[in-house]
Each structure stands twice: as C-alpha cells, then as structure tokens.
C-alpha cells in the first residue's frame, strides 16, 4: 500500500517508523515530514490543511491510505472532505470526522457530551465577552487553584491554573476581551480544579470496537519539579506504574466504553485514535480533556511497544473489524526524553546544527522538530529531537536515554533531567 502521514513532529516520525516497518507499506509519503522521516519515506512539501494540495498529491500518487497526525486537519474536516469527494472516497483515512473531531476542537462540546453520558470530568461553566461578570462570579464560588480554559485549540497552551482569585478574573478578562489566545479564547471554560495524579489512556476505535493502547505519562512544564511554563511535552514514560489492573478497568468500564458507545448512538463517524487526558483522584479516574490523535511526546513511547502490525490494525479499522485483531504489545518500559531550543516554549532561534546523532546506541531517535540542511541536521522547532529506550523498568530505560542524550549536541539544547521524579 501507498501510504502518506500527515504532520511533521516526534509523533509523526514514530508513525513513519511503525509504518516503514510494515510488510503491508509499498511507499511512504510524509507531508511535510522532518529530517527524520525523510530517512524512511520521500517528505512532501505541503502544508497539513491545504486540503486540495493534499487532493492532488494523493490522486498523483495512487496513495491508498492517509495517517492524519496533528489535530487542525481533523478539526478543520479532512475526513469529510475525503468521503464527500467522488475521486476520494475509497481512500482510507485515520482520523475521526469534523463532528468526532470536536472533542478536541472544542472544550465545551466535549463537556457537554461527557455530561450526556454520564463520563466523570470536573464541574464547568462556559463565558463568553458577553458574560464575563458571570464568569467572575462562578470563580468566586469555586476553591482555589482556578482552572480557565480557552475553549478552541490553542496549541496546547490555552489552559491557566491560577492560585489567586483576583489573577483568574484578569486572565479570564484577557482572554475573552483581549483575545489572550485568539480566536481559541472566544468562550472560555472555567472548571473546578482536581487534585491527583494525571495519565494518559490511548484507544483506537473503528467507531463501534475499541482497543486500548499501552498508558503513558507525559511531562507538561518546561522546569524540573514540574515548574515553568507549559510546553508540548518534555518526556514520557509507558505505562504508568500506578495503573493497575484495578484502576484500568474502572477507566474502561467508566471512560472508554461510555465515549465509544456515545459516538455510535450519536451516529459520528470515528475511525482513529481517542487520547483521554486522565486524573486518578483518589482511588476514581475522572476525565481532564479528549484528543482526537496520538499525543505528542506519548506517540513516541506508545507506538514502540506495540509489536502487531500497525497498518494490519488500519486496515481493520477501515472494515470495522477491529474486534478480530489481538494487541502485542512489549512488557518492557519504554521512556522518551525531549531535547528543546534554549528559550522554548517562549521566543527560541532555529537554524542550530545538531551532531552526534550518529553515536547514539541501544536508543531510538525520534526527530521532532528538524530538517535536512545541505548536509547537516538543524533545528527547526521549540521540540527538537526526543529520544526512546525501552528496558524493564523505567528507571533502566531513562538512563539509556540520559547517556545517549549526552552524546547530542545543538547550540542552547536543553532538556529535563527529572523525569519520573514523581512515580
């Protein structure tokens, strides 16, 4: 099969990594992809929402199959724009349509559908400029930590946890009079904050079956001790060591089957990956937000430890036939660790000559943000290049990855050296 992956991070490279493998891949296709993926396919040099570009692509390339990565394709419809096109329909897509979509779209829509029903999540009102005074009257009624949320997607950065209740009701003025994040911030959702311990639970679904990928834990902040500013992600760690079975099995039985379920009798098509943010409060999983796609540095300890083959599992999503398929998945535990640009998540430069990739053993470099100079490998984003180690515990695996980062180079590189402090 020809098969393009849309995106160009961490995420996308371990896709085209599972993907290369696959005796079921003819030709790989990464658009626009990074120096890494150029390795295991031909990059394309288009943009992830230029869908007619893509149309072109596709139909030039007999491609048969699209792995959609990030999140504004599947928000912006892509999914729609292949079924509804006659030239189009055929062509298998990996990713929900742009109603699915809208759990991640759109905070208040996946409230409002965890509401109807009945999936544990925080206590929220929604504000808008018009109801601003309302809004400041709800943060009162609340305790602190305030949590206000733009509701649109803000790059993973519209969420605030404030500790004093004169700062949320600024932020929450700045947000949805000063545009703080645009368009995303247009209503806001303010909810109770919840105190726990926080997970990630990746399903795939083919919009009636469902199978649970291995758990994963990522690191948010940009400082050590989970302080600084938020960032797309710092590391991860898979599974999570406090997931027991116990634990797991109130999620599905509470979490998982409940959202599938709710998708089949709303009738919205949802062919993809499901990425359940999750707090343990207590000995009780409740709902923090939806994904509608891998997570991002998560894929990249996710996908390693599944060992069936991932475009075997595409095929049976298309067909609706996931329940015939048995996940193998690697008991081992597998870390990743992200290298950034000095300055990220805030202003950074890029440009910065990466070495020693070379030299890495016993590890898995993941480009995230990267491309081919003449002939050398520069950065080419805040999240620069992650790498993964699997081993029995997570403790043996961080420290491949830690000895083999040090063998890295790019000007200002910076990483965490904390992670799983807290496990």
């Known amino acids: 099969m020809k098969i393009l992956i849309l995106g160009s991070g961490g995420r996308e490279h371990t896709f085209a990594y599972k993907i290369a493998q696959s005796p079921l891949t003819s030709k790989l296709f990464i658009a626009p992809g990074n120096a890494g993926t150029a390795q295991l396919g031909t990059n394309i040099e288009i943009s992830v929402t230029d869908f007619e570009a893509i149309k072109d692509i596709v139909l030039q390339e007999q491609i048969e199959m699209i792995v959609v990565g990030p999140e504004d394709p599947l928000v912006r419809g892509i999914y729609d724009f292949f079924k509804s096109d006659e030239a189009l329909k055929d062509i298998i897509v990996i990713g929900p349509s742009k109603e699915g979509a809208q759990l991640e779209g759109s905070k208040e829509y996946a409230k409002e559908f965890m509401e109807r029903h009945q999936i544990p999540t925080a206590a ?53 009079t000063k545009q703080k994040f645009g368009k995303a911030s247009e209503k806001v959702v303010i909810e109770e904050f ?45 599974p999570v060591p406090f997931a027991d079975k116990e634990f797991l099995n109130k999620i599905e039985e509470r979490i998982v089957k409940p959202t599938v379920k709710g998708l089949q009798e709303e009738n919205i098509p949802y062919k993809g990956f499901i990425f359940i943010g999750l707090i343990k409060v207590g000995d009780d999983p409740k709902v923090i937000e939806y994904n509608v796609r ?101 403790k043996k695996a961080l420290k491949k990855s830690y000895q083999n980062i040090e063998k890295l180079h790019f000007d200002k590189m910076y990483y965490r050296k904390d992670l799983g402090f807290d496990l």
């Open 294 to 394: 891998m997570g991002d540095p998560e894929t990249e300890v996710v996908l390693p430890r599944i060992q069936t083959d991932l475009v075997h599992i595409f095929k049976h999503i298309d067909k609706e036939t996931l329940e015939q398929i048995t996940l193998e998945i690697d008991d081992r535990t597998a870390t990743t660790v992200m290298t950034v640009s000095g300055g990220y998540p805030e202003a950074y430069e890029k440009g910065k000559v990466i070495t020693g990739l070379e030299t890495i053993e016993e590890s898995i470099v993941f480009h995230a943000g990267t491309k081919q100079d003449e002939n050398a490998v520069i950065t080419n984003g805040g999240r620069v290049i992650a790498i993964t180690s699997l081993d029995e515990d997570y």
């Open 124 to 176: 929220y009102q929604s504000f808008t400029s018009d109801t601003v005074e309302d809004g400041k009257l709800f943060l009162e009624s609340l305790k602190a930590p305030y949590v206000l949320k733009a509701d649109g997607l803000a790059a993973g950065k519209g969420v605030l946890i404030l500790n004093d209740i004169e700062e949320a009701k600024t932020e929450l003025e700045n947000m949805l």
């Open 194 to 238: 919840l105190d726990g311990i926080e997970l990630s639970v990746f399903v795939v679904t083919d919009g009636k079956n469902y199978k649970i990928l291995p758990t994963a834990k990522d690191y948010k902040r940009i400082g050590e001790g989970d302080t600084g500013l938020n960032t797309g992600g710092m590391g991860a760690i898979s």
